[in-house]
T-cell receptor, first 114, second 109 residues
Framework: GAGVSQSPSNKVTEKGKDVELRCDPI?????LYWYRQSLGQGLEFLIY????????KSGLPSDRFSAERTGGSVSTLTIQRTQQEDSAVYLC????????????FGAGSRLTVL | QKEVEQDPGPLSVPEGAIVSLNCTYS??????FMWYRQYSRKGPELLMY????GNKEDGRFTAQVDKSSKYISLFIRDSQPSDSATYLC?????????FGAGTILRVKS
């Protein structure tokens, strides 16, 4: 596609429910990243994919968070048993892995946990 | 101590002013230095990136890197109300991009 697409754009859920956030990167981009942005905070790295592998998942805050990527394209970030502190904007970005790490971001999925 | 420090502002300037945005960092392993602009409820978009120390100019924007001082800057000349946004510095080491907290800029007409 022309850009990075994320869905849903907004998600309101109740504490304890599971949520899935989807990212469709730019076609041909081999690298895919998930970041989290809380109100007034910078971007917090969550996980990095190269193809379908995740060589760096050091930013996932707990074992309630997981992510997968299939076909070297679409990625899904899953948060199980959501907590109020999970409320944030979840941003996905992709890169052609040119070495400069120039990322193109999607508009984000805004998650609110009540 | 955070790897990348950035004053969150907000920074408020009149239209036409020169704006200076800055970040400091502690890890000398950073290789590439970038500036992203983020409008409200949008994803960050890349403005500029540089590799070496020195200046890089693109229209009204100039990025400056001083590796010896571990300090980077973004200058905006003739600032416009449309420049009002959050500006995030970012630095890469390997495959990881580390962001500053972002500076909120408001340009008043």
């Amino acid at each position: 596609g022309a850009g990075v697409s994320q869905s849903p754009s907004n998600k309101v859920t109740e504490k304890g429910k599971d949520v899935e956030l989807r990212c469709d990167p730019i076609s041909g981009h081999t690298a895919l990243y998930w970041y989290r942005q809380s109100l007034g905070q910078g971007l917090e790295f969550l996980i990095y994919f190269q193809g379908n592998s995740a060589p760096d998942k050091s930013g996932l805050p707990s074992d309630r968070f997981s992510a997968e990527r299939t076909g070297g394209s679409v990625s899904t970030l899953t948060i199980q048993r959501t907590q109020q502190e999970d409320s944030a904007v979840y941003l996905c970005a992709s890169s052609s892995d040119s070495g400069a790490n120039v990322l193109t971001f999607g508009a984000g999925s805004r998650l609110t946990v009540l | 101590q955070k790897e990348v420090e950035q004053d969150p502002g907000p920074l408020s300037v009149p239209e036409g002013a020169i704006v200076s945005l800055n970040c400091t960092y502690s890890n000398s392993a950073f290789q590439y230095f970038m500036w992203y602009r983020q409008y409200s409820r949008k994803g960050p978009e890349l403005l500029m990136y540089t590799y070496s120390s020195g200046n890089k100019e693109d229209g009204r924007f100039t990025a400056q890197v001083d590796k010896s001082s571990k300090y980077i800057s973004l200058f905006i000349r003739d600032s416009q109300p449309s420049d009002s946004a959050t500006y995030l510095c970012a630095m890469s080491r390997g495959n990881k991009l580390v962001f500053g907290a972002g500076t909120i800029l408001r340009v008043k007409s």
